[in-house]
Each structure stands twice: as structure tokens, then as C-alpha cells.
């Protein structure tokens, strides 16, 4: 079965610095996604990451794949205030569509 | 251009009521997603449509979960004699191929029930 945990669940950041956010997965895939949720709002999709080696890249945020490692990060460069969110990483297995998500990680940016 | 809407926002039940809740997905979307999200848990899939099919349900958590999509757009996920451990936000998706592509996903409806 496939499992998606990232970590850390909860993080609290001052302004101006430098964090990643991991998420494992336990089965092959091919397919990883990071979304963004604000409290009470729908998920935003942030990035699709589709083969070894990817990575992107939108303002503070970049997400790498490493399929090897069954490992994504995403990476907060010189964070700010509004970057605080839930951040979700998802894994699709193969060609099911079930969709399984992390836990998501509670990021808070301090001034 | 629209996005993936969905109906009611809120909902409030008293235990043992059914309860529908519709999705409107984006139009010409050939993927549906049905996932439900527990306060501070990430969603968790329900059930998956490619068209009018429905390819996997695997994700309901007993049969007092039902979900339809008669035409192949509109979707209605129906909950039956409904229990407090029903209450969390139940997001649609939908996507424009026939495998998990890039999903959107609607604003939710949030059941509670009492």
C-alpha cells in the first residue's frame, strides 16, 4: 500500500529564512504533486514533478524529485509571511488514479 | 475561466439524515475525484470517475457512501443514515485526462453532523 509522510507536521519560521519541507513515499511512482491550502480554502496546485531528477522552481519555492530515493522536498528561500499555509505532498502509484496525500506540513512565517 | 464548483458550501446534519453533495467540475474535464478531509488530516480518496465510469470506489469507507455521475459532468456524492464520524470537508477534483493529471479542486463542502 502506498504511504506518503512528510515532515516536519508543523513549522514555524522567521522572515528572511531558509527551510525544506520532505515527504517519503513507500511504492514507486511516477507522478508527485505539491499543493497549497489556506485555512478554510481549496488546494492550489504549487507543482507536478513527472520524472528523476525534476525540479522546479515559482518565486521562494522549489520542489526536486528523486524517484531513487522515493523522496521530494521543497525548499523555502528567504521566506515571508504570505507563505503561510498547509503544504501537501501527493503520490499517484503506477497507473491508479488513487491519489494519496501526506499528512501536510503547517507552516507559519514570523515577522 | 470557471473553476471546479461546489454545492452547498455548509452543511449540517442531524445523525441518521442523508445528505447530497454535488460537484460541478471544470467543463470538458475527463476525470473526477471525490476525497474527504478530516480537520488537520490531509484529503484521503474516495472515489474516481473517468467519464460516466466509475473506475474505483475503493476509498468509501462503507456502503452508506455513494457517489454518481450520470453524464459524465455534474457528480453527486451521497451519504446515507449519516454518523458523526462522517463530518469533515469533502473536496472534489476533476482533471482533463484520463490519468491523475494535474487536479483542481473545488472549495469543498463542509458536513457536520450532529
Known amino acids: 500500500e502506498l504511504k506518503v509522510e512528510q515532515n516536519p507536521l508543523f513549522l514555524s519560521m522567521q522572515e528572511g529564512k531558509n527551510y525544506t519541507i520532505y515527504c517519503n513515499y513507500s511504492?514507486?511512482?511516477?507522478?508527485l504533486y505539491w499543493y497549497r491550502q489556506d485555512p478554510g480554502k481549496s488546494l492550489e496546485s504549487l507543482f507536478v514533478?513527472?520524472?528523476?531528477?525534476a525540479v522546479k522552481q515559482e518565486g521562494r519555492l522549489m520542489a526536486s524529485l528523486d524517484t531513487k530515493a522515493r523522496l521530494s522536498t521543497l525548499h523555502i528561500t528567504a521566506a515571508v509571511h504570505d507563505l503561510s499555509a498547509t503544504y501537501f505532498c501527493?503520490?499517484?502509484?503506477?497507473?491508479?488514479?488513487?491519489?494519496?496525500f501526506g499528512a501536510g506540513t503547517r507552516l507559519t512565517v514570523k515577522p | 475561466g470557471a473553476g471546479v464548483s461546489q454545492s452547498p458550501r455548509y452543511k449540517v446534519a442531524k445523525r441518521g439524515q442523508d445528505v447530497a453533495l454535488r460537484c460541478d467540475p471544470i467543463?470538458?474535464?475527463?476525470?473526477l475525484f471525490w476525497y474527504q478531509q478530516a480537520l488537520g488530516q490531509g484529503p484521503e480518496f474516495l472515489t474516481y470517475?473517468?467519464?460516466?465510469?466509475?473506475?474505483?470506489k475503493s476509498g468509501l469507507p462503507s456502503d452508506r457512501f455513494f457517489a454518481e455521475r450520470p453524464e459524465g459532468s455534474v457528480s453527486t456524492l451521497k451519504i446515507q443514515r449519516t454518523q458523526q464520524e462522517d463530518s469533515a470537508v469533502y473536496l472534489c477534483?476533476?482533471?482533463?485526462?484520463?490519468?491523475?493529471?494535474?487536479?483542481?479542486f473545488g472549495p469543498g463542502t463542509r458536513l457536520t453532523v450532529t
Open positions: 477534483a476533476s482533471s482533463l485526462g484520463r490519468l491523475a493529471g494535474e487536479q483542481y
Open positions: 511504492t514507486t511512482s511516477d507522478r
Open positions: 514533478l513527472l520524472s528523476n531528477g
Open positions: 501527493a503520490v499517484v502509484s503506477g497507473n491508479n488514479n488513487d491519489m494519496r
Open positions: 467543463s470538458g474535464h475527463v476525470s
Open positions: 470517475f473517468q467519464n460516466e465510469a466509475q473506475l474505483d
